[in-house]
């Protein structure tokens, strides 16, 4: 499925200055994972020039492994990192049973001991890690916000990148905004995301996204316990948002996602993972309430 053209607006009403959960700033964001899928750095700077970044100013690292590729954008007021995602036929590759084992955080990225991560998203992340964190601090030399965000795949590297600019580099980040992210992390790593940034991390799911759900939360070869972190935005089958944890327990209860069937139901089909559509859900929320609520989710009618 095509991906919607970009509108040049996509920053027109983003707020750098807040930490809240805030819809148009997660519309910018979803924008913005959506041109780290860029196919090349000139197209990209073309539509951040669009959307008002100076193209000095603008940065794409891709060290070259064809997966990993991130977009930094630096504003007067902010800075943005957004990281790409991967094709719905190339899930099943990064979840492959070897890809889902654990490693310690600080093992790949120094710091104090914070947990175990997917050793897969952050060998993946180390390969650029040292020129996107360059990239990064360079355009924060006014002391401007930093924004981290991602889909899919994109979105647990997001989740990685922000863990090492918190635990390793100690800088804030005022908002990390996922969409259809994998877990990352075992349950200490999850406290400690939710201890240090939780409030800041908007973790968007849209129905049944089945990618979400994966890696299993128990993955019993090696053992390996799995979980999610940040702040919950479910929308449901109707296009609702909601910020209650009894939505996602429902889906965790009526779809079965195990260890043995994964690999198998990445294969299919998963309409819900689709990026256009977590953004056209974002513009039909804003739509239905066009002032804009700072807030929490409103149902829609």
């Not at 959506?34 to 100013?57: H, S």
């Not at 647990?156 to 992210?181: D, H, I």
Request: charged share 20%.
């Amino acid at each position: 499925m095509p991906n919607p053209p970009l509108p040049p607006d996509a920053f027109g009403k983003f707020n750098p200055n807040i930490t809240l959960w805030n819809p148009n700033n997660a519309r910018a964001l979803a924008y913005a994972s959506q041109l780290a899928y860029g196919p090349d750095p000139d197209t990209i700077t073309k539509q951040a020039v669009a959307w008002g970044f100076d193209p000095k100013r603008v940065t794409v690292i891709d060290p070259g492994n064809s997966v990993l590729q991130s977009v930094i954008l630096g504003g007067k007021d902010y800075v943005v990192l957004a990281f790409r995602g991967t094709r719905s036929d190339q899930m099943s590759d990064w979840l492959q049973d070897a890809e889902i084992a654990q490693v310690a955080f600080n093992s790949v990225f120094g710091g104090t001991d914070v947990g175990f991560v997917h050793d897969g998203f952050s060998e993946l992340l180390k390969d650029g890690w040292d020129d996107i964190y360059a990239a990064v601090d360079g355009f924060q030399q006014d002391g401007q916000t930093l924004w981290v965000t991602g889909h899919s795949l994109g979105g647990a590297l997001a989740v990685v990148a922000t863990a090492a600019l918190t635990f390793t580099k100690r800088e804030p980040v005022n908002g990390l905004y996922t969409f259809g992210q994998p877990r990352v992390g075992d349950p200490i790593f999850c406290s400690q995301c939710d201890s240090n940034f939780g409030d800041t991390m908007f973790r968007f799911v849209n129905n049944q996204d089945i990618v979400t759900r994966v890696p299993p939360r128990i993955v019993p070869i090696p053992p390996a316990f799995y979980g999610h972190s940040g702040q919950l935005r479910y929308f449901d089958a109707k296009g609702t948002l909601h910020s209650d944890d009894t939505w996602w327990n429902s889906f965790l209860l009526n779809v079965d996602v195990g260890f043995n069937n994964m690999e198998t139901m990445l294969e299919d089909p998963v309409e819900d993972h689709f990026l256009e559509n977590y953004i056209a859900l974002i513009e039909k929320y804003l739509a239905a309430n066009i002032e804009g609520v700072i807030g929490g989710p409103k149902p829609l009618a």
